[in-house]
């Protein structure tokens, strides 16, 4: 009987031995995405501590994610810390919770329901940040009075889910007395996150944009800055109704950032700039050159002479650039934020806005 039984067991090891070796699917795609770089500051900016925060737990960690939607056992909703180590793995979005998951809560508290898989994602692509939030930060403050109560708020990266929901969701900053447009429908076939990103990958499939799309040379990603359409408005005032909307944005925020470069010297007495890869973003401009010089892009320097108006164009310049994608996500979102803002700063200082539209919602 021990023989049979050794053959048995030997016999199940050489069966092993010869069998192919073990195959996940799309783990090759995956490997390739941000969201598997162990080494990316995302995953590892808190090392040190030994744990990730509650705050940051949900989309920074494996376990953090899990928790948060109630994936580990325990009632959805952080019970504490994350773990460090983690990347946010196969399993984050591959599971018996994930699967039914259907709706999402928005940082305003709006909660937008019958989103299908778009859920896994838009539950960390939707910033921290909107417009109840920065509302509640300047509540009772004169608007052009300098306090150093005041910090820049940022509605921190990639908030691709907002902006798609537009007023739904008030990613951007949304002044009162106007109106937004909400979800961008692109079209039938381009709803999904995953009917434009390649979903492990996360790479956008420029292909896909290609069937519909007949600008130039669409060939890469590069090139979709050129398409456009169903608009023949001059959203920047350049007279130009021909260039692709992400060149209208890309024209209108950099009239922004000039505008709040001229609205913080004049008003608040201390020149700025911004540099998009240093945390708190804004700095002073210690020799009011209007650049970033070396020395200055540190955090002792960061900028503190914030009055509320000054806060929201700010609010909503960040904006843009953490949602790259914004051209195609809502593009008419956030140019209706980038206008009411340079119109808001133009109350107060000259802003030159000749020529450029605001689209209006339906």
Known sequence: MAAVALGLLFGADAALAQSPPLKIPFVDEWAASPHARLGAEAFNHWNAEGEVPVPC?????????????????????LDGPAPVGTVISCVACHNDVTIRMDSVTFPSGAVVDKVGDDARCMTCHQGRESTVSVDAQLAGAEPDTVSDELRFINVHYRAAGATRYGTEARGAYEYPGLTYVGYFLHDPDSQRCADCHQQHTVRVMVQACATCHQAPQLTRLADLVKIRKNSALDFDGDGNVEE???????????ALYQAIQGYALAIGGQAIVYSAGTYPYFFNDSNANGKVDPGEAVFPNAFKSWTPRLLRAAYNYQYVVEDPGAYTHNPLYVIQAMHDSLQDLGTRVEVDMAGMARPEAE
Do not use: N, V
Request: with cysteine; proline share 9%.
């Open 244 to 254: 692709g909307i992400a060149e209208e944005i890309t024209t209108l925020h950099a």
């Open 57 to 77: 737990a949900r989309c920074h960690s494996t376990p953090g994610f899990l928790d948060y939607i109630g994936a580990d056992g325990t009632p959805p909703g």
